[in-house]
C-alpha cells in the first residue's frame, strides 16, 4: 500500500500544524503507524509511533509534550498534531505503517509501507 502525507507548509516559531497520512487505496488499519522526519544532511529520525486502536502512543524526546499523532481507523487515516513548532522541527515529514497487527516501534526498518512526504519549515 502507498500512504500519502500532506499538511506541510512554512509556519513561525510558536506556530502549530497538523499533517494526515492517507493510504492511496483501501488498506487494512490494523496495523501500527509512525511518523518519522528527515532534516537537510541529517538521518531520519523517530516522531511518533500509535498502536492498532489509537489507544496508545510514544514519542521521540524531542517532540514530547508538544506532538500528538491519532488516527481515525473508520477513516483510515493518521495524523500528526504539532505545537509550539520551533526552527529545529524544520524537515520533511513521512509516514509510516509496519506489519498488520505488529507492534509501535520506533526503528525505521520496522515498517515496510512509507508516504511520499510532506514539507515542514519553521522559521524564526
Known amino acids: 500500500v502507498q500512504l500519502q502525507a500532506s499538511g506541510g507548509g512554512s509556519v513561525q516559531t510558536g506556530d502549530s500544524l497538523r499533517l494526515s497520512c492517507a493510504p492511496s487505496e483501501r488498506a487494512s488499519n490494523a496495523r501500527p503507524m509512525a511518523w518519522f522526519r528527515q532534516a537537510p544532511r541529517k538521518e531520519r529520525e523517530f516522531v511518533a509511533a500509535?498502536?492498532?486502536?489509537?489507544?496508545?502512543?510514544f514519542y521521540g524526546d524531542s517532540v514530547k509534550g508538544r506532538f500528538t499523532a491519532s488516527r481515525d481507523n473508520n477513516r483510515n487515516i493518521l495524523y500528526l498534531q504539532m505545537s509550539s513548532l520551533k526552527p529545529e522541527d524544520t524537515a520533511i515529514y513521512f509516514c509510516a505503517a509496519g506489519a498488520t497487527y505488529g507492534p509501535m516501534s520506533s526503528n525505521q526498518y520496522n515498517y515496510n509501507a512509507w508516504g511520499q512526504g510532506t514539507q515542514v519549515t519553521v522559521s524564526s
Open positions: 500509535i498502536n492498532l486502536s489509537g489507544s496508545n502512543a
